[in-house]
């Protein structure tokens, strides 16, 4: 079963579509992506995210006991080498690379002379991750340049679902359609115009004013999704090093869903890397899914 987290962590339900936001622990693409290709014996995630140097920066600062103490070793080096990572600059950038992913044909035909051997799948992934989308539209000081509208997030949405049905329907040989999940720690702040911003106008003071309304995108984006796991993380400065996190999970239907919650705790340990202990209850739930 697949988790976002090393075990004995919980495992997650099975899901078509996932959204993840808040404060999660930088490693849970990472444990989602491994959890995957150990499920699936011929399976293959893809895991995409704007910028390397920020991914990279997230997992060395939070520093994860499991995956320092095992990503050495040859099974996960085999789980990790059926995980394919591509960071796309901008969100042009990405709706490219989505119309680009293809799955190679068992027999060559001319067509496939033409497909960018980065971009082409033996199988269809069982698992595609979008990682930090907000980053496209946010600055590090959590501006939003003006270009950007409330459709330029929806629209990523969008892309990667029609691809990743296209993807689902070249599958000869494996059944099942190609899972979802978007990661995006911001989400909840970030807010955009459903209309790009008009020319700056200036009122009776002489100061610029805009006259258009910006729009929290979780309303809209959580419509896209079948199950959204909210994490929070609590302040600190009581435990020191150590600190609480907690994550809620929610199914997304028109009856209220089932929730589950898991928490945790996570602190140092000798080697300085980040282990996570859990309390019992969190540990060992079983899902229903359907209503409480």
């Given at each position: 079963m697949l988790s976002l987290f090393p075990q004995p962590g919980p495992f997650l339900p099975s899901f078509n579509t996932l959204l993840v936001k808040g404060h999660y622990h930088p490693s849970a693409p990472i444990h989602l992506s491994l959890s995957c290709t150990a499920e699936f014996a011929d399976s293959q995630a893809i895991l995409i995210s704007p910028s390397r140097q920020r991914l990279t920066q997230a997992l060395q600062h939070y520093n994860d006991e499991w995956l320092k103490l095992h990503s050495g070793f040859g099974s996960v080096h085999s789980l990790s080498s059926r995980v394919k990572l591509f960071y796309p600059p901008s969100p042009a950038h990405l709706c490219l690379l989505l119309s680009m992913l293809r799955v190679s044909s068992s027999s060559k035909t001319d067509n496939d002379a033409w497909l960018n051997p980065e971009t082409t799948l033996s199988i269809p992934p069982s698992?595609?991750?979008?990682?930090?989308?907000?980053?496209?539209?946010?600055?590090?000081?959590?501006?939003?340049?003006?270009?950007?509208?409330?459709?330029?997030?929806?629209?990523?949405?969008?892309?990667?679902?029609?691809?990743?049905?296209?993807?689902?329907?070249?599958?000869?040989?494996?059944?099942?359609?190609?899972?979802?999940?978007?990661?995006?720690?911001?989400?909840?702040?970030?807010?955009?115009?459903?209309?790009?911003?008009?020319?700056?106008?200036?009122?009776?003071?002489?100061?610029?004013?805009?006259?258009?309304?910006?729009?929290?995108?979780?309303?809209?984006?959580?419509?896209?999704?079948?199950?959204?796991?909210?994490?929070?993380?609590?302040?600190?400065?009581?435990?020191?090093?150590?600190?609480?996190?907690?994550?809620?999970?929610?199914?997304?239907?028109?009856?209220?869903?089932?929730?589950?919650?898991?928490?945790?705790?996570?602190?140092?340990?000798?080697?300085?890397?980040?282990?996570?202990?859990?309390?019992?209850?969190?540990?060992?739930?079983?899902?229903?899914?359907?209503?409480?």
């Open positions: 698992l595609v991750i979008l990682h930090e989308p907000s980053a496209y539209f946010l600055s590090s000081d959590g501006v939003t340049p003006s270009k950007w509208t409330l459709c330029s997030y929806l629209s990523l949405i969008t892309h990667a679902l029609s691809s990743l049905t296209f993807l689902s329907g070249k599958g000869q040989e494996r059944s099942g359609a190609t899972s979802f999940a978007l990661f995006d720690s911001r989400l909840d702040q970030l807010r955009l115009p459903i209309v790009e911003h008009p020319i700056s106008q200036r009122d009776d003071s002489g100061e610029n004013r805009s006259t258009s309304r910006l729009e929290p995108v979780y309303n809209y984006a959580q419509k896209y999704f079948e199950w959204i796991i909210a994490a929070e993380q609590e302040d600190t400065s009581a435990h020191g090093a150590v600190r609480k996190r907690t994550m809620a999970l929610h199914r997304n239907d028109r009856d209220g869903g089932f929730i589950k919650s898991w928490e945790w705790w996570e602190g140092p340990d000798e080697r300085q890397a980040t282990r996570l202990i859990w309390e019992k209850r969190s540990v060992g739930q079983s899902f229903a899914v359907g209503k409480t």
